[in-house]
């Protein structure tokens, strides 16, 4: 078996030798207990040292309720037979309540198909759902698509894709600016850059590379992009949606810090996805756990992580925090 991931976990658990990879070629290969144990180029120290580091913004129970949901279902019909009756429901998300405060993250984790990614589009008002869901004090589920345009710049969402999330025939300036034309037309196009230029700034990026394209850019870039693309109308809500999955581990904890501090500086309320636990430790004070639609545990992040109740949570920690000292026969290549 030739296995390729970033995450080093899963080669230390399965692989028997292990190839580094940086910038198309191999920096380094051995034996994978030898490799872990004493790394040798300074490309696999700093890639076994990556960790979302850090703790996350504590919650202040007394700031304001940016968005919740109370009771919250997003059924999906089963249609069978010549006159396609319904026959039943697909419970994507199954009487959920949940509320997220200015400047706090709630994080929401859970097995594929556990119902996150629909919870989170669901409280955005982008595909139907039926109970409560309120925003900045209104409720906003009832509201047609034309009155939901206006409170758009307020929610904004960050994909877990940034190779697929960028539209390859648009500027970065063109990709981050979009929803300033949409939602506040009467910047002149100067106006519209100098906007642009703050938010790669304050993102970490270069704002003279802001008419290159997203092939330019490396993943964690392009994630930095999408981002930027998600604070430049400076909203309050933000929906993180497996943003660091697809990145190496020492991109993951560079994402993470850039969160952190945009989180810290704004007072933005996160809505974090995400199926890796250490990174969700790392930023959310909040925690809850699903499985098929419902929640299964909830509580602040730090108590659920020391003392989770559910059968079911303790079994996903220990997926997650499971000792991985032994490797497992394989062959594995790591890196970028």
């Not at 993250?105 to 556990?114: A, I, K, L, Q």
């Not at 589920?141 to 648009?170: H, T």
């Not at 034309?181 to 700034?201: D, G, K, M, S, Y």
């Not at 909040?286 to 098929?292: D, K």
Request: proline letters at 6%.
């Amino acid at each position: 078996m030739l296995f390729i991931t970033h995450d080093l976990r899963l080669v230390r658990r399965f692989a028997d030798t292990v190839c580094v990879m940086q910038q198309g070629r191999i920096v380094e290969q051995g034996e994978v207990g030898e490799v872990f144990t004493s790394p040798q180029h300074p490309y696999t120290k700093a890639l076994l040292t990556a960790e979302p580091k850090g703790a996350p913004i504590i919650e202040d129970t007394q700031a304001p309720v940016v968005a919740s949901a109370e009771q919250l279902r997003v059924w999906f019909p089963i249609r069978r037979g010549f006159m396609r009756r319904i026959v039943g429901h697909v419970k994507a998300v199954d009487g959920v309540t949940l509320s997220v405060r200015e400047g706090a993250t709630v994080g929401v984790v859970g097995e594929s198909g556990s119902g996150k990614t629909t919870l989170a589009l669901a409280m955005l008002r982008l595909i139907r759902s039926e109970g409560p869901i309120v925003f900045l004090g209104e409720r906003i589920d009832g509201k047609s698509v034309d009155a939901m345009r206006p409170l758009r710049r307020d929610m904004q969402i960050v994909f877990q894709d940034p190779y697929g999330s960028l539209s390859p025939r648009m500027s970065v300036a063109e990709i981050v600016a979009e929803g300033l034309t949409v939602q506040r037309p009467e910047l002149t196009l100067n106006q519209r850059r100098e906007i642009v230029a703050r938010a790669l700034q304050e993102t970490g990026l270069d704002p003279s590379t802001m008419d290159r394209y997203p092939h330019e850019f490396s993943g964690g870039q392009r994630q930095r992009i999408a981002i930027a693309r998600a604070i430049v109308l400076e909203p309050k809500f933000v929906v993180l949606d497996e943003p660091t999955s697809a990145l190496d581990m020492s991109v993951q904890a560079q994402i993470i810090d850039l969160l952190r501090d945009l989180q810290r500086r704004r007072a933005l309320a996160y809505l974090f996805i995400s199926h890796d636990l250490r990174v969700v430790k790392a930023l959310a004070a909040h925690l809850i756990v699903m499985r098929y639609g419902k929640v299964v545990e909830e509580g602040p992040a730090s108590q659920v992580f020391s003392q989770p109740k559910s059968e079911y949570t303790r079994a996903l920690f220990a997926a997650a925090f499971r000792n991985e000292a032994e490797p497992v026969p394989g062959n594995s290549v790591a890196g970028k």
